[in-house]
């Protein structure tokens, strides 16, 4: 690996794709604004406690693909894996009023030490939402819709979204304790993975991604079968929800997601064009205590992964609209040229057009060359004799056309 390539699982995003990332900062600033949710920044790093207990020391993120590291105080900091937890934090520190919500979004980059492949990477980008403090059936089933609506408006198709219920915290163990029982037969057949699992979390079995474990997930215990009345019915008010606003979605009685913190719904966008990273967004509701804090706070939300969005939209050929091109090149033979273009490319800027000019008082062929490869669509172009008659020779580089104008009329138009 070359020296100046990045680390593997990272990238540079250089100018000739940040269109792409633009296309989809607008579709999420656009949708998300249409519901009322406000844009959040929340730090990079945070202590590492923010993560550990929200997430779940179970799970793979606080595992075995945080990036954990000691400041010069000695304190354990993190790079954020995930945005629920650090957005939580924030709004804790802000106090939510009883009874209040909060509705916010975020875009930025997350970091995994997960095994680099299509569709997953070590620093990744997010854009998600969480609405904090309030809980009700069709606070997510307006959380999914919203899901639903910005994935229409990037214009993918070909998804599915995937729902279930994991129920609340107290009915847990008997749920765990079932599954337990049912996979403790299967031993023999576990990987090191799910036979870890089955002793610290056995939820995360049915998540498990093992092959030849499929068939054994698949006659498992049906988690929505061992729920409470209570979460069955809350589960049944946000299916009827979801109904009503004519959103296609699966019950997927074997979706748990790779976080500890979810109560009641959860849901996960697949895409079926892009391998074994299929899930362009996942979420649903939970309950987190951020450090510090006496009680949780519940909220719902979700995250998309960007990448993965980008990979879907490539896919489906989705067009992003064009990088900025350039509007005007200015072409100056000798000094004085010079100076007058400078102010002309200053006044033509100032009109907000896209324009750029050589400033190494290069020769005509080379300055136009320039012109030819950044496709300007014009080119001013000032030399000696121009300058005698005070005039400035416009060419269109589209028909190759020629005219010329007054440079005080240019330059005293605004
Ligand atoms: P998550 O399922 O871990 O959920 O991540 C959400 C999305 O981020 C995934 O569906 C995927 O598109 C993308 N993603 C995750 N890991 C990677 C990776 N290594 N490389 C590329 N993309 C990745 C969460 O993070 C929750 N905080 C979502 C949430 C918000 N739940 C409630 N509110």
């Avoid at 215990?221 to 209570?230: N, Q, Y």
Wanted: glycine content about 10%; some cysteine; charged content about 30%.
């Amino acid at each position: 690996m070359a020296k100046t390539e990045p680390l593997p699982g990272t990238s540079d995003i250089f100018p000739d794709e940040t269109a792409k990332w633009q296309f989809i900062e607008e579709a999420v600033r656009t949708t998300f604004q249409r519901y009322g949710y406000g844009e959040l920044r929340t730090p990079i790093f945070e202590r590492t406690e923010v993560f550990l207990k929200s997430i779940g020391d179970e799970t793979d993120i606080v595992q075995k693909e945080m990036y954990t590291f000691e400041d010069r105080g000695g304190r354990s900091l993190t790079l954020r894996p995930e945005g629920t937890a650090s957005v939580m934090r924030a709004l804790a520190n802000g106090g939510i009023p009883q009874g209040e919500e909060r509705k916010v979004f975020y875009i930025g980059p997350m970091f995994r030490g997960e095994r680099p492949a299509a569709g997953r990477k070590r620093q990744f980008h997010q854009a998600g939402v969480e609405n904090v403090g309030k809980i009700a059936p069709h606070i997510d089933v307006e959380c999914i819709a919203m899901l639903d609506d910005f994935i229409k408006n990037l214009g993918i198709s070909k998804t599915r979204m995937l729902v279930n219920s994991r129920g609340v915290l107290t009915e847990r163990p008997q749920i765990a304790e079932k599954l337990h029982e049912y996979f403790s037969s299967y031993k023999h057949l576990m990987d090191e993975d799910n036979l870890r699992r089955l002793d610290t979390n056995v939820w995360r079995i049915l998540d498990s991604k093992d092959e030849k474990f499929q068939e054994v997930i698949l006659n498992a215990p049906r988690i929505d079968e061992l729920l409470s009345d209570e979460s069955r019915d809350y589960f049944k008010k946000v299916c009827e929800g979801l109904d009503v606003l004519g959103i296609d979605y699966e019950i997927d009685p074997r979706l748990v997601r790779g976080l500890d913190y979810y109560e009641h719904t959860v849901f996960e966008l697949q895409f079926d064009g892009i391998g074994a990273q299929n899930a362009l967004a996942g979420g649903g509701r939970y309950l987190i205590q951020p450090p510090g804090i006496k009680k949780p706070l519940p909220g719902v939300g979700f995250a998309c992964g960007m990448e993965r969005l980008m990979i879907a939209l490539d896919e489906l050929g989705v067009s992003y609209g064009e990088e900025p091109g350039t509007d005007a090149y200015l072409v100056s033979l000798g000094e004085e040229a010079l100076k007058v273009n400078l102010k002309l490319a200053h006044q033509l800027r100032g009109e907000g057009l896209k324009v750029q000019m050589d400033l190494e008082n290069r020769g005509m062929k080379a300055q136009l060359r320039t012109a030819n490869k950044l496709n300007a669509k014009k080119c001013y172009i000032l030399g000696d004799s121009e300058l005698d008659q005070g005039i400035i020779v416009l060419k269109n580089m589209e028909d190759s056309t020629q005219t010329e104008i007054k440079i005080e009329d240019l330059l005293n138009k605004g």
